[in-house]
């Protein structure tokens, strides 16, 4: 069974300019996450979706984050303008909600971002 | 507000010498306490799933514990392959997973 795909594993650009994150769930997982992890902390979240619905977005910064997941399937995590405090791992990841119970969550390698 | 609290930092160990992981919470309603391990470079990889206080889950050289306040790693006889951080997340009763900062294990043969 495929895992969570994300892409670019690695991205470099310099402040001001525009990023983008595409993941990929696991086949069949409904519910989809977008967390950013700085060095030496943990994954914090910015984002979750059931199905095509945004149920959680408090932590996301909206004057310059946004997020999409088109079909409840595919997700991009998108950053206009990017500043220097943005470097980062952005993880994606997926898990099945059933009942009102999510189950483990499945994490993507993640996408370093390093803004210069 | 929702918190977790890992400790130690860091821990270095011989291979074969056994040691314990601390993972402090504090959540509205647990909902599920989660262990995972992350491997430089990768994202994390889910290990354990407990719900209750007084239950357990093994799997190779880790057992998780759980109790109303804290949970437990324990690592048995580590090998050099156990050499890496170990995350502890708590859900609470409004959906959310709580992330700890992490405990770097390196064991050295």
């Known amino acids: 069974e495929a895992g969570v795909v994300q892409s670019p594993r690695y991205k470099i650009i310099e402040k001001k300019q525009p990023v983008a994150f595409w993941c990929n769930p696991i086949?069949?997982?409904?519910?989809l996450y977008w967390y950013l992890q700085n060095l030496g902390q943990g994954p914090e979240l910015l984002i979750r979706?059931?199905?095509?619905?945004?149920?959680?977005d408090s932590q996301l910064p909206k004057d310059r984050f946004s997020a999409e997941r088109l079909k409840g399937v595919d997700s991009t995590l998108k950053i206009q303008p990017a500043e220097l405090g943005d470097s980062a791992v952005y993880l994606c990841?997926?898990?099945?909600?059933?009942?009102?119970?999510?189950?483990?969550?499945?994490f993507g390698e993640g996408s370093r971002l390093t803004v210069l | 507000e929702d918190q977790v609290t890992q400790s130690p930092e860091a821990l270095r160990l011989q291979e074969g010498e056994s040691s314990s992981l601390n993972c402090s919470y504090t959540?509205?309603?647990?909902?599920?306490l989660f262990w995972y391990r992350q491997d430089p470079g990768k994202g994390p990889e889910f290990l354990f799933t407990l719900y209750s206080a007084g239950e357990e889950k093994e799997k190779e050289r880790l057992k998780a514990t759980l109790t109303k306040k804290e949970s437990f790693l324990h690592i048995t006889a580590p090998k050099p392959e156990d050499s890496a951080t170990y995350l502890c997340a708590v859900r609470s009763s409004w959906g959310k997973l709580q992330f700890g900062a992490g405990t770097q294990v390196v064991v050295t043969p």
């Open positions: 959540v509205s309603g647990l909902r599920g």
């Open positions: 979706y059931e199905n095509e619905e945004a149920v959680d």
């Open positions: 086949s069949g997982h409904n519910t």
């Open positions: 990841a997926s898990s099945f909600l059933a009942g009102g119970q999510v189950g483990e969550l499945f």
